[in-house]
T-cell receptor, first 115, second 110 residues
Framework: DTGVSQDPRHKITKRGQNVTFRCDPISEHNRLYWYRQTLGQGPEFLTY????????KSRLLSDRFSAERPKGSFSTLEIQRTEQGDSAMYLCASSPRGLAGAEQFFGPGTRLTVL | RKEVEQDPGPFNVPEGATVAFNCTYS??????FFWYRQDCRKEPKLLMS???SGNEDGRFTAQLNRASQYISLLIRDSKLSDSATYLCVVGPTLGGKLIFGQGTELSVKP
């Protein structure tokens, strides 16, 4: 499968714990994006990378959230001291360079439940 | 005001019906426009890009009116398999983040 992959697919954690999600983009896609989606809403932008550089972060991304893409390939999203309001689907997407990069290809998501 | 607004529905239509979805966006400088489809508990997938000249893909027609900041999607001869949530999506810049509407739920009945 050459699509975007995310791991884990599901995560249940207790409030106050730290969690880390991984995203592997489509090979050779230089842009990688993180979104969060709650029930009944469209995805909300969190942050994005071009290669290893983090180019934009949403105001939604509090200081408890950190994302990295150290070698310009896979990315991790860490949430520290989780809160019940962090429960959501976390989606990763990637796009190729150039004008064709307007379209984003999404992974299956990681569903986080904070108890 | 939300950056991208669309009627959440649900739209319940019989097979074979024509259904239209509308969407407005607030940033007049937006560069790219799309309709994505999302099946229940699945990831969004691109349905079609939207251009100022309008574009058609089989039973699906998308229109963009930059002056009115309005995007539409028309589905003709709807099928049961068209049942999904349709997301109106705007890109403020090429290659940057995407801004999603709330999504419009469509249910096509036999």
């Amino acid at each position: 499968d050459t699509g975007v992959s995310q791991d884990p697919r599901h995560k249940i954690t207790k409030r106050g714990q730290n969690v880390t999600f991984r995203c592997d983009p489509i090979s050779e896609h230089n842009r990688l994006y993180w979104y969060r989606q709650t029930l009944g809403q469209g995805p909300e932008f969190l942050t994005y990378f071009q290669n290893e550089a983090q180019l934009e972060k949403s105001r939604l991304l509090s200081d408890r959230f950190s994302a990295e893409r150290p070698k310009g390939s896979f990315s991790t999203l860490e949430i520290q001291r989780t809160e019940q309001g962090d429960s959501a689907m976390y989606l990763c997407a990637s796009s190729p360079r150039g004008l064709a990069g307007a379209e984003q290809f999404f992974g299956p998501g990681t569903r986080l439940t904070v108890l | 005001r939300k950056e991208v607004e669309q009627d959440p529905g649900p739209f319940n239509v019989p097979e074979g019906a024509t259904v239209a979805f509308n969407c407005t966006y607030s940033n007049s400088a937006s560069q790219s426009f799309f309709w994505y489809r999302q099946d229940c508990r699945k990831e969004p997938k691109l349905l079609m890009s939207v251009y100022s000249s309008g574009n058609e893909d089989g039973r699906f027609t998308a229109q963009l009116n930059r002056a009115s900041q309005y995007i539409s999607l028309l589905i003709r001869d709807s099928k049961l398999s068209d049942s999904a949530t349709y997301l109106c999506v705007v890109g403020p810049t090429l290659g940057g983040k995407l801004i999603f509407g709330q999504g419009t739920e469509l249910s096509v009945k036999p």
